[in-house]
């Protein structure tokens, strides 16, 4: 269909609007109570055209195309009508632009300045109405409402919600809910639609929540950017909520190889992003990650990236989270990968750092048999090769160019050497490291611990440590740390359970001395720790501690178990760069001092988390492959990904309750056995659990007006 | 076809189609039935809150409970908009998106008009207990009779939503179509000022805040209007509205904003000088407006006793024993309380005409 607009000649699409056709042809029209994704009103009588040489100018955004139509959106009657029309808007709006979240993106200024119209020969005067703040994640100053309906229209219309709309109020009309109940009253869903199609500060985040430092997409899906892998949390929650296990676990897959496993262990800083937090608790997104993983028939296998082989071959150097991300992702790209492993099975610390209630060797098992079988494809042999009890000292002498066999090499050792503090006593028998106690509880070998055991430590590791000793029939366990309980790192959830399995927590203390049980018999027989007023870091990043006169207190220890930090082994004999002591120095890339040789996971960062180790393979096997002459591509799409429903409804019954919890095994119960205590959720409860997502990735498929300065 | 029957108010003070329904319902229902067509689909709008007549009405038609809708008697003019009435039906607010009249498969009819004589028109005229059946096409003296005005007194017929016409009293042979179910006669004590703030008050009671033409517009106009009436108008006022009332009245997405527009248009066309009067003149022929009315003493009444100045706050009283006492216009801030204080029955309020009085204070003459 062809018409006319500005002496332009346009092509409009059948049922396309005269404003549609205008702003898809680059002539701008100004408008404001249109939206690209909501239906037009005609209300605000910017967007006026002349029709025909017609001397009533028609709105736009009403007016359908027609074949050979003459559209005039200079012409002096459209013109006086739209600038009249915003001149009316402008008197009632608040005439300090300045003070405004909005300021330079917000549309009404940005239309006002195109057109430059000013409102001062009618009577001024905004009509202030109190700030609503006592609502989670959406703030109203409707001082700054221009009444264009646009958030009435995306919650009825796009959401199928309906808990805005217009109201009569003694003070005038305004943008409210029924009744004047809060928004949780209505039956809002926080989809956040409304403050996305708000053209004013009207509808607006709530004041600091936005992070500066981050980009929009990341401050509106705070789940997806607080993951290290970037996991598309709202887009597996869908497919849990709708009971499709596998394209959950496909998603999940896209990012990262180990779902189960996360499931059971991810230190989750996605569900302290979550925006449910502002609305009674966040989501369990780690847990339903277990959930649908633990349902998984592996549809996705045939999707997954097989690259033929380039004939390079590349060796990794630690075969724990970060190692066998990047050997997957290489030998998809192609790659033939040899992993070399100390220990006498793979896993890293997966297998000997966490205790196997939290993740038993079976889920291990299972998740690198499925890296062995979906890298291998349909090749007759393995692309990655594992040889467990070989500890390579020296990596470098691994790359052909120094003699060895590979073109290239990637150090993924870990850390796992425990700390021991210099403090008296440290040395006596009796005290263990951390990883030592863990490694040997894993190994089936544990180290005794009978009768008092105290760790020293407040991180999530001392937390499995203490654990680990209840289960081991520790006649008591106690937990000492310098930092007072609300600033530990352990996360809350660690220290309840540890408290139900009878672990003592001593918070705020510092350690003083470690006792022997008599004079000269070299063993641990006490522990005296002080407390502590106040603990923070200096200048220096040293430790300072106020202590508490009289605060002194000695525990009875048998055990001593320092989960004070661990740093990496053996990486000092590698000839490589290294930082603050012991660990890897690498660019942005993970590349070391020496060319083709990477390093990642922990042993570059220091201890994390498992899924922090993931995305550093991600980014080790992205920069190989590259060197390797590849195009560093490992993304992948493992299930479709449909447009989403922008409508979300009716809110459903228990949205607004807290989380669901899976059945889990009672303290006094769980403290005397390694088997895992929590069950994954059950089908329904996974589905329950995942409809309270917000789904605040939906804002991001409306569609943001362009600006008169983008045509 | 969807007929829906309107018996919503559009004024709550004349209610006219209800009043008609009341008289007999058994009547109204055979009307109703014989408007729908063949097939078609019925509703029939009564206000919430008349409970036992809407009963009344579902048994008289034989229909169930969702054919005749207790709608929200909130708003009023939106039931003139078939758009509106068509979302009652739908369990929404009555909230038109267009002008009315244009949708094709709807036929919206007022009460009043389904059982209303042909070309008779029921009206309530301001301030009257019951209304009056007129014709539809009436003569302006016709109205002022039926109103109680003597012809001498009117000064113009006015017409509620959604006509809006304002016809002059000044030739009683003129016609007017009776467009509405509310009229209202204007006399010689009534200020068409205050008269227009009035109706523009009620518009935008009834605005929905939809468009920007109908809502702002209008809320312009009341302003205008209103600060006309406080004395607080401005040379630029009438200017501002002969550019605004017009195209309010094309622009407006639907009747109601458009009729705030031909209404103001209508009441500067007849009355602006007496409007702009309160502005140039500082005038109020009428004596309508508060602003504009003055305290003033009584020459032949006042005995000089001083009462007065003790009462006023504002030191706007001048005077001394034995002297007539003089308001001073400018200081005085029209609180009243120096009436209340004379004993004498010297101090009177004044409008558009004012009493002599001395431009000072001069010695009473003995009497």
């Not at chain 1, 059945?663 to 329950?688: L, N």
């Not at chain 2, 000064?155 to 003129?174: H, I, M, N, Q, T």
């Not at chain 2, 029209?334 to 101090?347: F, L, P, T, Y």
Request: charged letters at 25%.
């Amino acid at each position: 269909m062809n018409l006319t607009i500005n002496g332009q000649q346009v092509e409009a699409a059948e049922g396309a609007s005269v404003l549609d056709a205008a702003l898809d042809a680059g002539i701008f029209i100004p408008h404001l109570c249109k939206h690209p994704d909501l239906e037009a009103v005609g209300g605000c009588r910017l967007c006026m055209v002349c029709v025909d040489g017609a001397s009533e100018p028609v709105c736009a955004c009403k007016t359908a195309a027609r074949e050979g139509m003459v559209v005039d959106s200079e012409a002096p009657a459209a013109d006086r009508v739209r600038r009249m029309a915003m001149e009316l808007i402008l008197a009632t709006h608040p005439t300090d632009c300045t003070g405004c979240v909005k300021y330079g993106k917000c549309e009404l200024q940005s239309m006002y300045q195109y057109m430059g119209v000013s409102p001062m020969r009618w009577r001024v005067k905004s009509r202030p109405v109190a700030t609503d703040d006592s609502n989670p994640l959406i703030t109203h100053m409707f001082t700054r409402c221009i009444r264009c309906g646009r958030c009435v229209r995306a919650c009825r219309d796009v959401r199928g919600v309906g808990v805005l709309d217009y109201q009569h109020t003694e003070n005038g009309i305004r943008i409210g809910t029924d009744g004047h109940v809060t928004l949780e009253q209505a039956g809002c869903r926080f989809c956040e639609a409304c403050i996305e199609v708000c053209p004013t500060g009207s509808i607006i985040d709530v004041l600091g929540s936005l992070r500066d430092d981050r980009s929009r997409e990341d401050n509106i899906v705070p789940c997806r950017s607080g993951c290290p892998a970037h996991i598309d949390i709202p887009e597996y929650l869908r497919h849990v909520k709708d009971g499709a296990w596998d394209d959950a676990v496909a998603v999940v897959r896209e990012r990262v190889p180990f779902p189960e496993s996360l499931g059971c262990i991810c230190t989750h800083s996605c569900e302290s992003e979550c925006k449910r937090n502002g609305l009674t608790a966040p989501l369990s997104i780690c847990r339903l990650k277990r959930a649908a993983a633990v349902r998984d028939t592996g549809s996705w296998k045939a999707r997954v990236r097989h690259e033929a082989l380039t004939g390079k071959r590349v060796a990794v150097v630690g075969a724990g989270p970060a190692g066998l991300t990047a050997a997957l992702y290489l030998a998809e790209k192609g790659h033939m990968v040899t992993v070399y492993e100390a220990n006498e099975k793979v896993g890293g610390q997966m297998r000997y750092g966490i205790p196997a209630y939290r993740l038993p060797d079976e889920v291990v098992d299972r998740e690198m048999a499925t890296i062995s079988e979906i890298s291998q494809g349909c090749d007759e042999s393995p692309r990655i090769e594992l040889r467990c009890g070989e500890r390579i000292g020296d990596p470098v002498a691994l790359l052909a160019a120094h003699g060895g066999a590979f073109d290239a090499v990637l150090v993924s050792v870990g850390t796992h050497a425990g700390t021991r503090l210099p403090m008296s006593g440290a040395d006596l028998a009796g005290v263990y490291l951390n990883t030592d106690f863990l490694k040997a509880a894993r190994q089936g070998s544990p180290l005794d611990a009978s009768g008092h055991v105290v760790v020293l430590g407040g991180g999530n590791v001392a937390y499995d440590c203490a654990r680990t000793a209840v289960r081991l029939g520790a006649a008591s366990v106690d937990v000492c740390c310098l930092e007072a309980e609300d600033k530990m790192t352990s996360t809350p959830e660690e220290r309840a359970e540890g408290a139900e399995e009878g672990v003592v927590l001593h918070d705020a203390y510092a350690f003083n001395s470690i006792n022997e049980s008599e004079p000269g018999s070299g063993r641990v027989g006490s522990v005296t720790v002080q407390k502590i007023s106040r603990f923070y870091f200096d200048e220096d990043h040293r430790a300072v501690t106020e202590l508490v006169e009289g605060g002194e207190v000695t525990l009875p220890a048998d055990h001593v178990i320092f989960a004070v930090g661990q740093k990496p082994e053996d990486t000092a004999g590698m000839g490589l760069e290294l930082t603050h002591g012991p660990y890897v120095s690498t660019d942005a890339a993970l590349r070391t001092s020496v060319e083709g040789v990477w390093a990642a996971g922990d042993c570059v960062t220091g201890t994390k988390s498992v899924i922090a180790a993931i995305e550093q393979g991600r980014i080790a096997a992205s920069s190989i492959d590259e060197f390797l002459g590849g195009d560093g591509d490992i993304s992948e799409v493992l299930t479709d990904h449909p447009e989403h429903s922008p409508l979300l409804g009716k809110v459903p019954e228990g949205y607004y309750d807290g989380r669901v919890e899976p059945a889990s095994a009672e303290g006094v119960v769980r403290a005397k056995t390694f088997a895992p205590f929590e069950a994954p959720y059950t089908c329904d409860e996974a589905r329950c659990e995942a409809s309270r997502c917000l789904q605040c990735d939906l804002r991001l498929d409306l569609h943001a007006p362009r600006l008169w300065n983008e045509y | 076809m969807l007929t829906i029957v309107n018996f919503m108010p559009v004024y709550h003070q004349a209610p006219v189609s209800l009043h008609l329904l009341k008289a007999d319902v058994a009547a109204a229902a055979e009307r109703i039935r014989a408007a729908v067509e063949d097939g078609g689909d019925l509703r029939v709008l009564v206000p919430a809150c008349e409970t036992a007549l809407a009963d009344e009405l579902r048994c008289a038609l034989g229909l169930g409970a969702d054919a005749v809708i207790e709608a929200d008697p909130l708003l009023g003019f939106v039931y003139e908009n078939d758009t509106a009435c068509v979302q009652v039906t739908r369990g929404e607010k009555p909230i038109p998106s267009d002008v009315g009249g244009n949708l094709p498969d709807v036929r919206l009819i007022p009460g009043s008009e389904l059982l209303g004589a042909p070309g008779v028109r029921t009206v309530w005229i301001e301030g009257a207990d019951a209304p009056v059946d007129l014709p539809e096409a009436c003569a302006v003296a016709d109205v002022c009779s039926a109103a109680g005005v003597a012809p001498s007194d009117a000064k113009a017929v006015y017409v509620g939503f959604p006509s809006g016409a304002l016809v002059s009293a000044g030739d009683g042979e003129a016609r007017v179509e009776l467009g509405s179910d509310y009229v209202r006669v204007l006399t010689k004590k009534d200020c068409a000022a205050s008269v227009l703030l009035e109706i523009l008050s009620t518009y935008r009671q009834e605005g929905c805040g939809r468009c920007v033409y109908g809502h702002e517009g209008t809320y312009q106009l009341a302003t205008i209007v209103g600060d006309i009436c406080r004395k607080k108008g401005q040379r630029a006022d009438l200017d501002l509205m002969r550019d605004l009332a017009p195209v309010m009245a094309t622009q407006s997405l639907c009747e109601v904003g458009r009729a705030a527009g031909r209404t103001t248009a209508s009441f500067i066309e007849l009355f602006g000088d007496e409007i702009e009067a309160h502005i140039t003149k500082k005038t109020c022929a009428a004596g309508a407006c508060k602003a504009f009315m003055t305290y003033h003493i009584l020459p032949d009444k006042c005995v000089g006793c001083g009462e007065c100045v003790d009462a006023c706050e504002e030191d706007a009283i001048l005077g001394k024993a034995r002297f007539i006492h003089v308001i001073d216009q400018k200081a005085c801030v029209q609180c009243g309380a120096c009436v209340s204080a004379c004993d004498e029955g010297a101090i009177i309020q004044a409008g558009a005409e004012k009493p002599r009085t001395p431009p000072r204070p001069i010695p009473i003459r003995r009497r």
